[in-house]
């Protein structure tokens, strides 16, 4: 027994030492792997960021037909093939440069994108996502572009493809010939390109900041193929929303602006068409809100900022109007606004609620006005450089000053020779007013005002501001009846007889030099009997 268990004892002593040499041969083959590894890894990273750094140059060569630089890229194996670059700068062509472009096309302050390791042996290499941050685009003039515009393209080999572009904090800068134009900057706070290649539409999904009225819009669409000799020409499409824009940045403007619609075009010529919603819109001088609904069509350059308005269809409280024109930009200075306007039958304490801070307004009615409107460009309030030129007619006027209202309805009594039926509380009278006004500086101007209502036609001319603190008119009555018809009062009316001859004028039956002055809440009404009539002068 004792010698079998030496036996054993002797074969356990003769493994050990083979398994343990075994073990020490796994042990420096897994080292010599992984040194091996770390070798090959080394050499491709050491390969691969060159002829990636190639790669990315002359893609984008062959594509931009330009001179591209890129200071620096990154190569890591640890998941897959991961790629970082920063300082990328794509230049427009050579012809364009020596016309005076001198930022670069395209400029992108870093990226990144992964590719699994096999895709890096295959040509093109194909990569699904690459993030940018901070790219900037930066179109040269027209005239710098069209420099460039019959030369033949760089005839370069596409080696990536990637699905998808994911850009933040981006802006696009186009600039301009026109010494009196700023370049048009837009601010892209995100935006995703898909499918970007040279022939086809690229679908987007984009952000943009816009800073005047400041709110983010929210776009879906395609755009190009880009052109990029002449990016004017790159089509574009999609639709988009434009919510919670606070308009209190624009001087003299308040309200919360919400508009929605679609477009479709050349970036230098984009139809519009779309809906816009302000339900407290307001003007610093009245400073109360009033419900503005807008249904427009409109041109816009894409490459100036300049907006061309086809017939805009709104509504001002209860009040329907229309109207046309342009948005202009001007170098440093911002905007000329000019439009032509078409009011066919709306409320006038609509507009002059909005404009005038006198509560209630001074007068209902039903307003036709068809006006010129201008907007200078400054840093002023929007009222202040706003200005009217036009013409207006009036129906169914009534004051909401009962005092104010009582002399017009006792003025309409008397002119008929009804003066023992003129006293305060009479029924209110039918009366329209026709005239040719100007506004600008926060106060109406008023022409040829032609106030008509039974018995009587009142012709004034003067201002009234905006705040109703002050009324200056001067003019004439011209009354059916004579003055001595016109006094209740049997002895006054006498007395008048003898004066009936020298107001008896142009086949009126009193022809008489009237003034209004004073406030909103405290009219006077007088006789002008000094007054000259400036026509005959």
Known sequence: MSTVRNDVAEGRATQSPRKHKAWRWVIWIGLIAVLVLLVVGEVMLKRAEPILKGRVIETLSARFNSRVELDDLQVSLIKGLAVSGKGLRIYPPDDVVAAGAKDPLFSVRQFEFHAGLMRFFLKPTHVRTVHVQGLEINIPPKSMRQQNAAKARHQGKIEIVVD???CDDSRLVIGTDKPNRDPKIFELSHIVLHDVGPNAPWPYDAKLTNA????????????????????????????????????????????????EGDFTGRLDRIEVHGVADVPDFSLDTGNHPVPLHTQFSAIVDGTTGDTYLEPVEATLGKSQFSCRGEVVNVKGQGHIIDLDVDVPAGRIQDFLRLAVKTEPVVMTGVLAMKTKLHIRPGKESVTQKLQLHGEFALQQMHFTNPELQDKVDMLSLRAQGNPKEAKPGAEDVNSHMTGKFSMGDGKLTLQDLNYVLPGATVQLAGVYTLDGKKFDFTGKVRTDAKLSQMVASRWKS?????????????????????????????????LDIGHKDKKSE
């Open 212 to 259: 005047v009225p400041k709110g983010e819009i929210h776009a879906v669409g395609t755009f190009g193929p880009w052109d990029t000799e002449n990016p004017g020409i790159s089509t574009v499409t999609g639709k988009y929303t434009f919510q919670h824009a606070e308009l209190d940045p624009i001087k003299g403007i308040g309200g919360t602006l919400h508009s």
């Open 494 to 526: 006498l007395g008048l007889k003898a004066v009936d001859p020298f107001f008896h004028k142009h086949g009126a039956g009193a022809e008489i030099p009237v003034k209004v002055t004073g406030t909103n809440t405290a009219p006077k009404f007088g």
């Open 164 to 166: 998808e572009f994911v």
